[in-house]
């Protein structure tokens, strides 16, 4: 009898769910999510079946008829739950008699027709009871099971859904709805409050171009910095063609459905060694009406949002734009965004169709990090400007899914993408009049003996063998250092110009293998692109506040500054499988693996630096295996294996030698090859999804373990001439640490916790160029001037080993809300003192408060302060060449502490108003 019970119970729960009934049964266990892709069947003739089975009792006496029915059925029917749900809705009982009464006539009728002419008398309470049941419960769509985080895209194309439960890796989910309350500024913020692995970092000192911090591998929009996250908007990849770099400036925050982060799954192809961003955006169907917002706040914030859908049968049409204007609360930090996002879909009974458009165009203006020293004078201060980066983006995509069958469907996808990136990078010249370098470095010679003039040039600092190098302009002619004052500056730009286009094809089967659950995708994909990049230097001098002022001459000489003109194609094709397995009911077994192919060819157009002119090509299978068990309903166990691949980019692999190293921005020299980059990963963990009997009260929480190591990773160091650097293979490197985080909610109280601990270390003992380190010797093994040793252990820069978050939003009234959010991490080492020799950049803890009021149902004012305790902290750290800086514009004798750093932003205020309808 219990079992049957049982049996009944969940069966109805999966039918009927919402119905007063579902309240009952989830005292005894947890609602599930439906199978991905899947919605709760409704199945009304099944319940009512047994009620039809039961035709009215031939007597005068005014039974109801839940009650015979209860006394005659079997125990193994499915009778009696029938007549719970019949019972709940019934009248009193005092009104059946009531209603037989009215109409006494019953024997007279009953002697007329004895078999038709009772059931309109006995049966009026039966039918109206079983009304509720009858109706049909509205499918929950796939977008809502993913954002609500019960499903989750296991491959980057749609179709590819699965419950939660079944993925062996850890997930995170953060939905439009939460990326769009008040108190957030930029999508990346909410992932570093939302994610326990995600920490935000800031190298180039603007706030909506931080660069997000995952487990120690990174996606962020500058060059010099080693890409380690594969991100995908819509199935389509958007690390840019040159870099790998993400540029986050350019997604509207108010056209994303969902942001979801996945770790150790190769399946999202090349940049996944560290895991996989899924950026999935809104459409007509998920959105209708207008919604505009506009906001304003400290230093000069202006910014308006405006989304619009609407669905008209099968068709549907979808527009989000943001525009934001801010002064900065450095110097010289303007930013001017413009973007946009435009959706035209159809769904049919099995077929659905997107095309969307993406358009941004960004200006940030960029201050890098600033001496301690400078810091301290005014907090607002930037060392060299101008530092500018514009950026431009144009992308049309069309993507669709056929549902072939009720198991197979087959999905695609064709995108074109436009990007263009100006960069104009103000820094200080390792130079001075020659006649002083031959002074400083005794034995040096002039490289023209012969030249009078030769000591009033301008020459660069550094000495090649005993030759002192004058500064040359484009016709061979020296910079004479009479025409100009010191300090000298150089200003590069840089100009790169890339156009990349790709498809990819997906089939999804759902169908039983050997009579057990199975989901099985395939997939392929191929990306092609082609980029243009040229760089100059021209030279300058340093005025106020560090603001290199330019004289329009153009550098040729040194090779350092010479200009640079590169064409760049790649080609990346991948073949991918995942296959998860349902052993048992509670048992998930994955399997899946990924090919990918990458081909990058370089050409130099100026004709000077021939070792340029290079093909690379790389290649490898990526496994993963898995296993999910239900413990009991709600609590998963889960843990899996995986391996992924990074190539080098074409800026990598053209910016690799020592010899002739490259801006932060990267020039390109002759370079000697880079490895690839390969990753190995295991996870294991546990999560949870609890509700109380009445639904009131949530608990979703999850604790897991990973393990990452990445062979032949691909760093970035700093080179002895001034503002340059250079890419190496550093051999094995690990991350590993523990994650741990919950959201509970009760009523009008939704609170959440998160805890990380990672500990990301040099396993390969190395030496590293490292110039401006106090503590750097003379470098053996690479040509440059001074070098530190790196041990197996060493933590590796820029990497907090500690970050906590936790925050709360409360209902003071149906109206009226109010939240706090707290960021606290650790310190992290300075970039350049990969040996751990210097005291670390140090922690902080930042707190947020938010607030909003619906005034009605279609207007909302709200309000959020960040960093409300004006807390001084740094989120980048790097060392600079404190003895050679020139210190007279900051008013200072000379510079004796190396560290300089972005401090994150003081206290800020804004406040606005949402309009819907």
């Known amino acids: 009898m219990a079992s049957a019970r049982?049996?009944?119970?969940?069966?109805?729960?999966?039918?009927?769910?919402?119905?007063v009934f579902g309240a009952t049964v989830a005292a005894a266990q947890t609602n599930q999510p439906s199978p991905a892709g899947e919605t709760p069947a409704v199945t009304p003739p099944a319940v009512q079946a047994p009620v039809a089975a039961q035709p009215p009792q031939p007597t005068t006496t005014p039974q109801t008829t839940p009650q015979p029915a209860a006394a005659t059925a079997p125990p193994t029917t499915e009778l009696p739950p029938v007549e719970v749900i019949q019972q709940q809705p019934k009248p009193p009982a005092?009104?059946?008699?009531?209603?037989?009464?009215?109409?006494?006539?019953?024997?007279?009728i009953q002697q007329a027709a004895p078999a038709p002419q009772p059931q309109p008398v006995v049966s009026p309470a039966p039918v109206a009871a079983a009304e509720p049941v009858d109706l049909p419960i509205a499918p929950i769509s796939i977008d809502a099971q993913r954002a609500a985080g019960d499903i989750v895209r296991v491959s980057p194309l749609a179709g590819s859904e699965i419950a939660i439960e079944k993925v062996p890796g850890s997930v995170s989910t953060v939905s439009g709805d939460t990326l769009t309350e008040s108190g957030t500024v930029e999508p990346q913020d909410v992932l570093q409050k939302q994610v326990p692995g995600v920490i935000l970092g800031d190298a180039g000192g603007n706030d909506l171009r931080q660069q997000v911090d995952y487990r120690g591998f990174g996606a962020g929009s500058l060059n010099g910095f080693p890409q380690g996250l594969a991100v995908y908007q819509n199935g389509v990849r958007v690390n840019e063609v040159f870099g790998d770099t993400v540029n986050w400036d350019v997604l509207p925050k108010n056209a994303i459905s969902d942001?979801?982060?996945?770790?150790?799954?190769?399946?999202?192809?090349?940049?996944?060694?560290?895991?996989?961003?899924?950026?999935?955006?809104?459409?007509?169907?998920?959105?209708?009406g207008v919604e505009i917002d506009i906001m304003g706040g400290s230093y000069g914030r202006k910014q308006i949002g405006v989304q619009v859908g609407a669905q008209s049968g099968p068709f549907a049409a979808y527009f989000a734009g943001e525009g934001i204007e801010e002064n900065g609360w450095r110097d010289f930090s303007p930013t001017e965004v413009k973007r946009a996002y435009v959706d035209f879909g159809f769904k049919g009974s099995r077929i659905e169709a997107h095309f969307n458009l993406t358009a941004a165009d960004s200006f940030a203006g960029a201050t890098a990090a600033t001496p301690v020293e400078v810091l301290a004078i005014d907090r607002a201060r930037t060392f060299t400007s101008p530092q500018?980066?514009?950026?431009?983006?144009?992308?049309?995509?069309?993507?669709?899914?056929?549902?072939?069958?009720?198991?197979?469907?087959?999905?695609?996808?064709?995108?074109?993408?436009?990007?263009?990136?100006?960069?104009?990078?103000?820094?200080?010249?390792?130079?001075?009049?020659?006649?002083?370098?031959?002074?400083?470095?005794?034995?040096a010679v002039p490289e023209d003996p012969a030249d009078p003039n030769f000591d009033d040039y301008v020459c660069s600092g550094e000495v090649e063998g005993n030759e002192v190098q004058a500064l040359r302009d484009a016709f061979d002619n020296p910079i004479d250092s009479n025409n100009f004052n010191e300090p000298f500056g150089v200003i590069d730009r840089i100009h790169t110009t890339s156009e990349s286009f790709g498809f990819s094809l997906q089939a999804v089967e759902k169908g039983r293998l050997f009579g057990l659950k199975n989901r099985f995708i395939a997939g392929a994909s191929y990306d092609q692109g082609k980029v243009r990049y040229l760089t100059q230097s021209e030279f300058g001098e340093i005025g106020d506040l560090y603001v290199v002022a330019g004289s329009g001459i153009i550098l040729a000489e040194p090779d350092d500054f010479a200009p640079r003109d590169v064409d760049v194609s790649t080609r990346y094709m991948g073949l991918y499988f995942l296959n998860a397995l349902d052993l048992t009911d509670r048992l998930t077994l994955?399997?899946?693996?990924?090919?990918?192919?990458?081909?990058?060819?370089?050409?130099?157009?100026?004709?000077?630096?021939?070792?340029?002119?290079?093909k690379h090509t790389f290649s490898r299978f990526n496994p993963t295996i898995g296993a999910t068990y239900e413990a009991r309903p709600g609590i998963t166990l889960y843990a899996g294996y995986s391996e992924a691949n990074r190539a080098p980019t074409p800026a990598e692999l053209a910016c690799a030698n020592p010899d002739n190293p490259c801006p932060i921005e990267s020039f390109l020299t002759d370079d000697p090859p880079l490895d690839q980059v390969v990753s190995k990963t295991f996870e294991l963990g546990i999560r949870g999804k609890m509700r109380s009997a009445d639904g009131v009260q949530r608990l979703n929480w999850g604790v897991g373990l990973f393990h990452t190591t990445n062979q032949d990773d691909i760093l970035f160091v700093?080179?002895?001439?001034?503002?340059?650097?250079?890419?190496?293979?550093?051999?094995?490197?690990?991350?590993?640490?523990?994650?741990a985080s919950l959201k509970y909610k009760y009523g009008p109280l939704s609170v959440y916790a998160s805890y990380a601990y990672i500990k990301a270390t040099y396993e390969t003992a190395a030496e590293f160029s490292s110039p401006n380190n106090p503590f750097a010797g003379p470098c053996v093994g690479i040509a440059e001037d001074a070098c530190i040793n790196v041990l197996p252990g060493d933590n590796i820069p820029g990497i907090p080993n500690h970050r906590f978050k936790t925050g709360f939003d409360y209902f003071v009234?149906?109206?009226?809300?109010?939240?706090?959010?707290?960021?606290?991490?650790?310190?992290?080492?300075?970039?350049?003192?990969?040996?751990?020799?210097?005291?670390?950049?140090?922690?902080?803890?930042?707190?947020?408060?938010?607030?909003?009021?619906?005034?009605n149902e279609n207007v909302q004012l709200y309000a959020f302060a960040n960093n409300i305790f004006d807390a001084q902290y740094g989120l980048f750290g790097t060392l600079f060449d404190s003895a050679e800086a020139p210190a007279d514009p900051a008013g200072l004798a000379g510079f004796t502490d190396p560290r300089s750093i972005v401090l994150g932003a003081p206290v800020a205020v804004y406040g606005g108003i949402k309009i819907k309808y």
């Open 259 to 288: 942001i979801t982060i996945l770790s150790g799954n190769p399946i999202f192809g090349l940049n996944a060694i560290g895991g996989a961003i899924s950026v999935v955006m809104k459409d007509g169907f998920q959105f209708q």
């Open 388 to 443: 500018t980066t514009d950026i431009q983006v144009l992308m049309p995509s069309f993507n669709a899914s056929v549902k072939v069958s009720d198991t197979l469907t087959l999905s695609g996808l064709a995108y074109y993408r436009n990007f263009k990136s100006r960069v104009i990078d103000g820094n200080t010249l390792d130079g001075e009049e020659c006649g002083d370098v031959l002074a400083e470095n005794p034995g």
């Open 813 to 855: 009234t149906p109206k009226w809300k109010i939240g706090a959010d707290l960021i606290a991490a650790s310190g992290q080492h300075f970039f350049g003192d990969d040996a751990n020799l210097l005291p670390k950049l140090g922690g902080y803890t930042r707190v947020d408060i938010s607030t909003s009021y619906d005034v």
């Open 590 to 614: 994955t399997v899946g693996g990924r090919f990918n192919h990458a081909k990058i060819d370089l050409i130099d157009l100026t004709g000077e630096f021939d070792g340029i002119t290079s």
């Open 94 to 108: 005092a009104q059946p008699p009531k209603v037989v009464q009215k109409k006494k006539p019953a024997k007279p």
């Open 6 to 19: 049982s049996s009944l119970t969940s069966l109805l729960l999966m039918s009927v769910a919402g119905s």
């Open 718 to 739: 700093s080179s002895s001439t001034n503002g340059r650097g250079f890419f190496f293979n550093a051999g094995d490197t690990l991350r590993r640490g523990v994650e």
